[in-house]
C-alpha cells in the first residue's frame, strides 16, 4: 500500500541558544577569484543576506582581487547585477545592497606578481584604519586548485599570512580553500605541507558547502539530542544506510574540468563521505570543532579499504548517454558520472552495517538524502496462517538535505476498519514550515562561522588524507579494466541497472528514486 502522508504540528521553543555564536571581530575579506562564477553566484549573495540580516561585524570591508583590471565603481555595480540574480531574498532593499556594496574595493595583478601583492599589504593596511578592521584578515581563495600554492606562496612573501603561536592571537590571519583538496592522495599531501608552511591548522578552512546546509548540521542535534533515537543507532536495530546525492543536470559546459574530475572526486571524496561521518561517528565528549572533527577521523579510519579485484564487488561506475560527445571530453574516456558503492565500517557500532552510497549526474531529479533503514520485525505475528508478514516494511527514518529540508519517518500502522489491514504512513517535517524562517544558504553559516574561527564544520588536514587514502585505491582501479566496466546509463533515469547488484546481494533495494 502507498505510503500516506501524516501532518505534524510542530511548537518549536525558541529560548536562549544552546550555543551562542555571536558576532564575529572586525576584518577584511580578501577575494581571490572575485570575478569568477562562484563569487557571483554564491560568495557575493551570502555576504549580501549577512549584511542585510546585521550578521557580519560593524567594521567589516572587502576586498576583491582579480587577475584582470578592476576599478572600484563598475565593479560594485557588477556585484549588484548578479545580487538581482542570485540573491536569496528578492526584491532587492536597495539601501541594503548599497550600504554592502560600499564595503567593496578592488586590487589587481597576478597571482605571482609581487609587487601586486606588496600593493595589496598597503590597501589592508590601509583599510585597516579607515574601516577599523583590527588588522584581521581572511583570504578566501575561489581560485581553480592549481593557483593555490603559488597564491600562498606570494601571500607569505609579502608577509600577509603569520602564524598563529598562541590561541586567540590578535590580530588574526585566515585561509579559506575550496575543494578539490588535491586529486588524490599524494597530491593532497603536498598541498597541506603547503599549507602548513604557512599556517597553523587551526587557520586553514577546507570548505565544503554540503557542511553549511542546516540539516547536514541537525544530524547531530537529531542523534545525541532525542533519547529515542540514540539507543537505536547501532548494529542491533540499523540494516543498513543509504546516502543519495542525485543531480538532474549534466555537465553543463564544464566537460573538460568534470573529465579531469569525475563524480567520485567530486562528490564522494569529501561531500558524502563527510555526511556519512556524520551518521556514523561516536558521541563527541563535546560539542567543541576538535572534539567533533576527532570522532569524525575516527570513522573514516575504519573504512575498510577497497582495493584492486575487490573494487567491482563493492563499486558500480556509470556515465549517461551522451556524455563523451560533451565538449571537452576525451573519447573513450572512463571518467565516471555515477557511482554506487557499498562501504563497511569496522568498528563496535557498525560491524555488518553495510553503508551504500549513490551519486550521480543526468539522473531523474535532484535529491540529496540520508535513510537510515531499521530491522524488520523478528515475528510473523501478523502472518494469518498466510505471508501478510513479508508485505510488513521496516521503518525508514529520511534526513532530506536538499530540496526540501526535512525529516521523514515511515512506520506500519492498521487501516481503519474491521479487518486487521496494515499500511504504511509517513510522518514528515519540513524545516521551513515548522520553524517559520526561510534556510539561509549554506555558505552563509560557513563564512560567518571562519570570521569566528570556528572550525567544527571544515575539514582537517588529517580527515582529507584519511578520506583520500580510502578513495584513492579505488580510482586507481577504476581507470582500468580491473575496476570492472563503465556503465551507460539513459538521461533523467535512476542510473545503470549494474548498480541495483549492489545491494540485491544481500536482498536489498535501493530507495525510490
Same mark, same amino acid.
Given at each position: 500500500?502507498?505510503?500516506?502522508?501524516?501532518?505534524?504540528?510542530?511548537?518549536?521553543?525558541?529560548?536562549?541558544?544552546?550555543?551562542?555564536?555571536?558576532?564575529?571581530?572586525?576584518?577584511?575579506?580578501?577575494?581571490?577569484?572575485?570575478?569568477?562564477?562562484?563569487?557571483?553566484?554564491?560568495?557575493?549573495?551570502?555576504?549580501?543576506?549577512?549584511?542585510?540580516?546585521? $550578521?557580519?561585524?560593524?567594521?567589516?570591508?572587502?576586498?576583491?582581487?582579480?587577475?584582470?583590471?578592476?576599478?572600484?565603481?563598475?565593479?560594485?555595480?557588477?556585484?549588484?547585477?548578479?545580487?538581482?540574480?542570485?540573491?536569496? %531574498?528578492?526584491?532587492?532593499?536597495?539601501?541594503?545592497?548599497?550600504?554592502? %556594496?560600499?564595503?567593496?574595493?578592488?586590487?589587481?595583478?597576478?597571482?605571482?606578481?609581487?609587487?601586486?601583492?606588496?600593493?595589496?599589504?598597503?590597501?589592508?593596511?590601509?583599510?585597516?584604519?579607515?574601516?577599523?578592521?583590527?588588522?584581521?584578515?581572511?583570504?578566501?581563495?575561489?581560485?581553480?586548485?592549481?593557483?593555490?600554492?603559488?597564491?600562498?606562496?606570494?601571500?607569505s612573501g609579502a608577509g600577509l599570512l603569520k602564524r598563529e603561536e598562541q590561541p586567540g592571537q590578535k590580530p588574526w590571519h585566515r585561509l579559506i580553500i575550496?575543494?578539490?583538496?588535491?586529486?588524490?592522495?599524494?597530491?593532497?599531501?603536498?598541498?597541506?605541507?603547503?599549507?602548513?608552511?604557512?599556517?597553523?591548522?587551526?587557520?586553514?578552512?577546507?570548505?565544503?558547502?554540503?557542511?553549511?546546509?542546516?540539516?547536514?548540521?541537525?544530524?547531530?542535534?537529531?542523534?545525541?539530542?532525542?533519547?529515542?533515537?540514540?539507543?537505536?543507532?547501532?548494529?542491533?536495530?540499523?540494516?543498513?544506510?543509504?546516502?543519495?546525492?542525485?543531480?538532474?543536470?549534466?555537465?553543463?559546459?564544464?566537460?573538460?574540468?568534470?573529465?579531469? %574530475?569525475?563524480?567520485?572526486?567530486?562528490?564522494?571524496?569529501?561531500?558524502?563521505?563527510?555526511? $556519512?561521518?556524520?551518521?556514523?561517528?561516536?558521541?563527541?565528549?563535546?560539542?567543541?570543532?576538535?572534539?567533533?572533527?576527532?570522532?569524525?577521523?575516527?570513522?573514516?579510519?575504519?573504512?575498510?579499504?577497497?582495493?584492486?579485484?575487490?573494487?567491482?564487488?563493492?563499486?558500480?561506475?556509470?556515465?549517461?548517454?551522451?556524455?563523451?560527445?560533451?565538449?571537452?571530453?576525451?573519447?573513450?574516456?572512463?571518467?565516471?558520472?555515477?557511482?554506487?558503492?557499498?562501504?563497511?565500517?569496522?568498528?563496535?557500532?557498525?560491524?555488518?552495517?553495510?553503508?551504500? $552510497?549513490?551519486?550521480?549526474?543526468?539522473?531523474?531529479?535532484?535529491?540529496?538524502?540520508?535513510?537510515?533503514?531499521?530491522?524488520?520485525?523478528?515475528?510473523?505475528?501478523?502472518?494469518?496462517?498466510?505471508?501478510?508478514?513479508?508485505?510488513?516494511?521496516?521503518?525508514?527514518?529520511?534526513?532530506?538535505?536538499?530540496?526540501?529540508?526535512?525529516?521523514?519517518?515511515?512506520?506500519?500502522?492498521?487501516?481503519?476498519?474491521?479487518d486487521v489491514n496494515i499500511g504504511g504512513v509517513t510522518m514528515d517535517m519540513d524545516y521551513a514550515e515548522s520553524f517559520k524562517k526561510p534556510v539561509p544558504?549554506?555558505?552563509?553559516?560557513?563564512?560567518?562561522?571562519?570570521?569566528?574561527?570556528?572550525?567544527?564544520?571544515?575539514?582537517?588536514?588529517?580527515?582529507?588524507?584519511?578520506?583520500?587514502?580510502?578513495?584513492?585505491?579505488?580510482?586507481?582501479?577504476?581507470?582500468?579494466?580491473?575496476?570492472?566496466?563503465?556503465?551507460?546509463?539513459?538521461?533523467?533515469?535512476?542510473?545503470?541497472?549494474?548498480?541495483?547488484?549492489?545491494?540485491?546481494?544481500?536482498?536489498?533495494?535501493?530507495? %525510490?528514486?
Amino acid at each position: 500500500m502507498d505510503a500516506q502522508g501524516v501532518h505534524i504540528e510542530t511548537h518549536p521553543r525558541e529560548g536562549e541558544p544552546v550555543f551562542s555564536a555571536g558576532r564575529p571581530d572586525p576584518c577584511t575579506l580578501v577575494l581571490f577569484g572575485a570575478t569568477g562564477d562562484l563569487a557571483e553566484r554564491k560568495l557575493f549573495p551570502a555576504l549580501f543576506e549577512l549584511a542585510r540580516a546585521g $550578521l557580519l561585524p560593524e567594521n567589516f570591508a572587502i576586498v576583491a582581487y582579480s587577475r584582470s583590471k578592476l576599478e572600484d565603481g563598475p565593479f560594485r555595480e557588477h556585484v549588484k547585477e548578479g545580487l538581482k540574480k542570485f540573491a536569496r %531574498t528578492q526584491p532587492l532593499d536597495e539601501a541594503a545592497v548599497k550600504r554592502f %556594496t560600499e564595503t567593496i574595493e578592488t586590487a589587481s595583478g597576478g597571482y605571482d606578481d609581487p609587487e601586486a601583492f606588496k600593493l595589496l599589504g598597503q590597501k589592508l593596511q590601509d583599510l585597516s584604519k579607515r574601516r577599523k578592521t583590527d588588522g584581521n584578515q581572511l583570504y578566501y581563495m575561489a581560485t581553480p586548485a592549481s593557483t593555490f600554492p603559488q597564491i600562498i606562496q606570494s601571500l607569505s612573501g609579502a608577509g600577509l599570512l603569520k602564524r598563529e603561536e598562541q590561541p586567540g592571537q590578535k590580530p588574526w590571519h585566515r585561509l579559506i580553500i575550496e575543494k578539490p583538496f588535491g586529486h588524490d592522495l599524494e597530491s593532497a599531501k603536498a598541498l597541506n605541507k603547503t599549507l602548513g608552511s604557512a599556517l597553523d591548522e587551526k587557520q586553514i578552512f577546507r570548505i565544503d558547502h554540503y557542511l553549511g546546509k542546516e540539516t547536514v548540521q541537525n544530524i547531530l542535534v537529531f542523534r545525541f539530542a532525542n533519547a529515542i533515537f540514540e539507543p537505536l543507532w547501532n548494529r542491533q536495530h540499523i540494516d543498513h544506510v543509504e546516502i543519495t546525492a542525485a543531480e538532474a543536470i549534466g555537465v553543463e559546459g564544464r566537460g573538460g574540468f568534470y573529465d579531469e %574530475t569525475g563524480v567520485i572526486r567530486d562528490m564522494v571524496q569529501n561531500h558524502l563521505l563527510q555526511v $556519512l561521518a556524520l551518521c556514523a561517528m561516536e558521541p563527541p565528549v563535546s560539542f567543541a570543532a576538535e572534539d567533533i572533527r576527532d570522532e569524525k577521523n575516527k570513522v573514516f579510519r575504519a573504512l575498510r579499504p577497497v582495493e584492486g579485484g575487490d573494487v567491482p564487488q563493492h563499486v558500480v561506475v556509470g556515465q549517461y548517454e551522451g556524455y563523451q560527445d560533451e565538449k571537452g571530453v576525451t573519447k573513450g574516456s572512463r571518467t565516471p558520472t555515477y557511482v554506487a558503492m557499498k562501504m563497511n565500517i569496522d568498528s563496535w557500532r557498525w560491524q555488518g552495517v553495510p553503508f551504500y $552510497l549513490r551519486a550521480g549526474k543526468n539522473l531523474k531529479k535532484r535529491l540529496t538524502e540520508v535513510s537510515i533503514h531499521f530491522k524488520t520485525v523478528p515475528l510473523g505475528l501478523f502472518s494469518g496462517g498466510g505471508a501478510t508478514c513479508q508485505r510488513l516494511q521496516p521503518n525508514v527514518l529520511t534526513l532530506r538535505i536538499q530540496p526540501h529540508e526535512g525529516i521523514a519517518l515511515s512506520f506500519e500502522s492498521k487501516i481503519p476498519g474491521e479487518d486487521v489491514n496494515i499500511g504504511g504512513v509517513t510522518m514528515d517535517m519540513d524545516y521551513a514550515e515548522s520553524f517559520k524562517k526561510p534556510v539561509p544558504e549554506a555558505y552563509e553559516r560557513l563564512l560567518l562561522d571562519c570570521m569566528r574561527g570556528n572550525a567544527t564544520l571544515f575539514a582537517r588536514q588529517d580527515s582529507v588524507e584519511q578520506a583520500w587514502g580510502y578513495i584513492t585505491p579505488i580510482l586507481k582501479a577504476l581507470e582500468t579494466d580491473e575496476g570492472g566496466p563503465v556503465h551507460t546509463y539513459a538521461k533523467g533515469s535512476k542510473g545503470p541497472d549494474a548498480a541495483d547488484a549492489l545491494p540485491a546481494k544481500n536482498g536489498r533495494r535501493w530507495s %525510490t528514486l
